[in-house]
């Protein structure tokens, strides 16, 4: 599978799998499934709730893993407890999943816990600077090969290559034909941190389910697209997100979406239709727990 090289050297297959809101009855056999068809890259997290059911049916493959937000003063006993669950010795990636620290509630608990106000109780004791040297241990102590961010903005983004020792080598955020986000992505390419789409399809069922938005797949550029290159539309939305250098990890439980997903490699978009693609980008934001929250992390 086509990879990408991260800039400490390491490669990162081009495409994954995403395991959020993955029921964990079915999680053992959709892993199974996905390394048969050729996938070697799968994006776990403290928060998804089935790390030990990934873990189960793990073997070669790149792992990535996310520090919860009210484990920012616990990062060590955070990698370790995912470790633990997914039985393995080393993570290839760990990444701090949100940029906001908030009330410790216990390792490996992932909720959002709220003050006497019934809001987000933001720990402001621990910085992200904090954090991120933090996390920096998890590389010298081995049990990471790579750490990135999460979620994080061009500023923020910025912050961290000025206090970070080990280069962040990864940021993990929503983009899509419908999100572009063409700043932060030619950002970060510009200072050599890999950019995922963790939500390259637009989140469609997510996003239909908790905002009401309309998915880009069904976009009629996207369709007629789909016609042209005799593809689905998910798949075109999957190619346009290859061609801009960044690594795609679609989500499903399905097995013939999971086949579909990967068969983005016979083919290539025109320069003309990858412009077309950029003409039909949406100003909204969307698939943002921080709405919930009042805080707003993704300008």
Same mark, same amino acid.
């Given at each position: 599978?086509?990879? #990408? ?9 081009? &495409? ?15 892993? #199974? ?7 070697? !890259? ?18 070669? =493959?790149? $792992? ?19 470790? /633990? ?16 620290? &908030? ?22 004791? #621990? ?5 991120? @040297? ?23 983004? $910025? ?13 993990? &955020?929503?983009? !899509? ?12 390419? /510009? @200072? ?5 789409? @963790? ?5 469609? =069922? ?16 996207? /369709? ?24 795609? #990890? ?6 013939? $979406? ?42």
């Amino acid at each position: 599978m086509a990879a #990408i090289t991260l800039n400490n050297g390491y490669k990162m297959p081009i &495409i994954g799998l995403g395991v959020w809101r993955m029921e964990s009855k079915d999680i053992r056999d959709l892993i #199974i499934n996905s390394i048969k068809l050729g996938y070697r !890259h799968f994006d776990c997290a403290a928060d998804y709730r089935n790390e030990a059911e990934v873990g189960e049916a793990l073997s070669e =493959a790149f $792992r990535t893993g996310l520090l919860w937000n009210t484990d920012h003063g616990h990062v060590l006993e955070a990698c370790q407890d995912s470790l /633990k669950k997914l039985q393995l010795d080393y993570l290839d990636l760990y990444l701090v999943h949100f940029p906001v620290a &908030i009330r410790h509630t216990g390792v490996g608990e992932t909720g959002s816990p709220l003050d006497e106000d019934g809001v987000l109780d933001i720990d402001t004791t #621990i910085s992200l600077e904090t954090t991120w @040297h933090a996390m920096e241990d998890l590389v010298s102590k081995g049990l990471v090969r790579s750490i990135g961010i999460s979620n994080y903005d061009v500023f923020l983004t $910025r912050d961290c290559l000025a206090y970070s020792k080990v280069k962040p080598a990864v940021n993990q &955020i929503e983009t !899509h034909p419908y999100f572009q986000r063409d700043s932060l992505v030619k950002f970060c390419q /510009k @200072h050599g941190i890999c950019v995922t789409a @963790h939500t390259p399809l637009g989140g469609a =069922a997510a996003n239909t389910e908790w905002f009401g938005t309309v998915s880009c797949l069904d976009d009629p550029v996207l /369709k007629g697209l789909a016609e042209k290159y005799k593809k689905t539309a998910a798949q075109i939305a999957l190619r346009w997100g290859i061609q801009r250098n960044t690594v795609v #990890i679609p989500k499903t439980s399905k097995l013939d $979406r999971l086949k579909e997903n990967i068969e983005v490699f016979d083919f290539e978009l025109t320069k003309e239709d990858m412009d077309l693609i950029k003409t039909i980008e949406k100003k909204y934001r969307t698939n943002q727990p921080a709405r919930f929250w009042g805080i707003d992390l993704y300008a």
